[in-house]
């Protein structure tokens, strides 16, 4: 499992937001304002990290 963190998630609308993203191009994730944090399988980071951009946010990848 990876988590990106995104630290300009600032709501339950932005969640919502970026959840729809993530649903369009069919990356299964579990995307919690708490921690302002996405936790995906490892084979859909770099399509996730792409997808979260592209919806208007600054997404970091977990350091490892």
Do not use: F, W
Request: proline share 6%; with cysteine; hydrophobic share 40%.
């Amino acid at each position: 499992m990876k988590t990106i963190t995104v630290p300009d998630m600032m709501c339950p609308r932005c969640v919502a937001r970026i959840k729809r993203a993530l649903d369009e191009k069919s990356i299964p994730a579990e995307v919690t304002l708490e921690g302002k944090k996405i936790t995906l399988e490892d084979e859909y980071l770099e399509a996730a990290l792409a997808v979260v951009t592209e919806a208007g946010y600054k997404p970091e990848a977990e350091k490892k």
